[in-house]
């Protein structure tokens, strides 16, 4: 029997509105039943929220931070229902770097962040006068996300915000709403009614949201397009925003590597959740010295990964998401054949399901989509460099600037490079390895704002400022 996930709002379970089906991407059946929230269902979320909002504001930040703590044990206690739940609608495996890591990230997040405090500084205080600068809630949080780690960013946009004192409803993405709306209704055991709501839209509802005069702040994650109508949506009412959204990092590799070292790092940094990530390596630049042996080692690991059905224990990794994203994917590997790539490993399948091999081409070069554009799935193009100049403009020479990497047996070099790339973030000798205690962000259309630490936490308020 199919099961159907309510909306929550004002602290309870709500099926008011038409359901529709959230299918499995694995094996194209359906996962579970959402149902779509309409405008109205909308206002009565927004005021329930703006009720809660005064007492959840001038709740003590000690009793924010355990209802944040009794959050994560929440989540662990239903660690595993969750994980099924997400592997079934998204159709990532449980194993790998798949659907209980997303899961014991959230729990981790969690708890992380729930230690984290944000104390009145004192700007001035001498015999003129006394400057206070306080960071005070800004009210009530829509937050807009994807589908691709859908209850991990979930828990990025609502544990900040609402230890920070804010309200949120979040609207998960039509794809894959069922683990977030099962997230928020657990959620309910630590907070009061009206501070963390969901609901589920199978479309239309987040332009309702972007322009709701009674929510005061938009936080999204998801692609540049959507990010950019967000900003402009927004702009009407200056609600606040902070937006995470696309990424095209390169990875530089230099001459000196180990190539057989780096190559299961160089696989995860470009196909964790199947590439299906913001802050996946997309374009990677190998030193012409190392470039053949590298392309080997890589593609040695990448063959050895079990693909196959999300709860099918043996499986590593899994399909594309949904069709729309499978043909950007496709397009983008037939483009790059097209022009003169090579192919090395995988191609686009006969086959008319989701799965789509893990996919490797030498020889990709600025022109092709597969080097120009966010795939945002299993595919990844090596281009050839020899030139340290050269390659540093090539991976700066890009629209999106979310993160970026540095490959190299030499910490000092590796460094030296990093300094030259123009990144939210670099790793070096690592990619997409982010952290809670780490600000995490995008430069140029990559974004506005970060997430994460101290600093994440301060976007989720306002500065108020008392001069006596
Ligand atoms: P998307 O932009 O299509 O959708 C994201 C969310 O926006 C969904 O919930 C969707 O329903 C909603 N939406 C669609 N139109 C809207 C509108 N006009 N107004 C308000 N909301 C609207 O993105 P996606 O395909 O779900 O996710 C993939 C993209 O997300 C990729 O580009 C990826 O790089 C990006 N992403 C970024 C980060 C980050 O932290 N920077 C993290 C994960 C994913």
């Not at 729930?114 to 009145?120: D, M, Y």
């Not at 009412?237 to 190559?263: H, M, Q, S, W």
């Not at 997430?451 to 108020?464: A, I």
Request: aromatic fraction near 6%.
């Amino acid at each position: 029997m199919t099961t159907t996930y309510p909306n929550i709002i004002d602290g309870a379970r709500d099926d008011a509105g038409a359901g529709f089906d959230v299918i499995n991407a694995s094996t194209g059946e359906v996962a579970g039943r959402a149902i779509s929230a309409d405008a109205e269902t909308l206002d009565r979320a927004v005021a329930a929220a703006r009720r809660a909002f005064p007492g959840w504001a001038a709740t003590p930040w000690a009793d924010r931070q355990a209802a944040c703590n009794k959050i994560a044990g929440l989540i662990g206690a239903h660690a595993e229902d969750l994980a099924r739940l997400l592997s079934t609608e998204q159709g990532k495996p449980l194993n790998g770097v798949g659907a209980r890591f997303e899961i014991g990230g959230c729990q981790a997040w969690t708890s992380y962040t729930a230690s984290l405090t944000l104390e009145p500084e004192i700007l001035q205080d001498t015999p003129e006068g006394r400057v206070e600068l306080h960071r005070v809630p800004i009210g009530v949080v829509g937050a807009i996300t994807p589908w691709n780690w859908p209850v991990l960013i979930g828990i990025w946009h609502i544990i900040p915000t609402i230890l920070a004192g804010n309200c949120v409803i979040i609207k998960p993405s039509e794809n894959t709403p069922l683990s977030t709306l099962r997230l928020v209704e657990l959620m309910q055991e630590a907070l009061p009614p009206g501070v963390v709501q969901a609901l589920a839209s199978d479309g239309g509802l987040g332009p309702d949201m972007t322009t709701h005069p009674g929510i005061d702040k938009i936080s999204f994650t998801g692609s540049i397009p959507t990010g950019s109508k967000v900003m402009a949506s927004a702009a009407k009412d200056i609600k606040r925003v902070t937006l995470e959204l696309g990424g095209n990092d390169p990875g530089i590799v230099l001459p000196d590597v180990d190539p057989k070292a780096i190559a299961e790092g160089l696989f995860w940094g470009a196909f964790i959740n199947n590439g299906q990530t913001c802050a996946a390596l997309k374009r990677l630049y190998v030193h012409e010295d190392v470039h053949d042996a590298v392309a080997e080692a890589l593609v040695g690991v990448a063959s050895a990964m079990p693909m196959g059905d999300g709860l099918d224990e043996a499986s590593i990794v899994g399909p594309i998401q949904n069709r729309n994203q499978y043909n950007i994917v496709r397009d983008a590997v037939q483009d790059a054949l097209d022009k003169g790539a090579v192919l090395l490993c995988g191609g686009i399948p006969e086959g008319n399901d989701l799965f789509f091999p893990t996919t490797i081409l030498s020889g990709v070069e600025p022109g092709m989509k597969l080097h120009d554009l966010e795939q945002f799935g299993p595919a990844l193009g090596i281009t050839k460099w020899r030139d340290e100049d050269a390659v540093v403009a090539l991976a700066n020479d890009d629209k999106c600037g979310l993160g970026a990497s540095v490959w190299s047996s030499d910490p000092a070099r590796a460094r030296r490079l990093a300094d030259r790339i123009s990144a939210g973030t670099v790793w070096i000798n690592k990619h997409g390895m982010i952290q809670p205690n780490a600000p995490f962000g995008g430069v140029r259309q990559s974004g506005i704002g970060v997430q994460f630490g101290v600093d994440g936490l301060r976007e989720c308020t306002n500065v108020k400022t008392i001069i006596s």
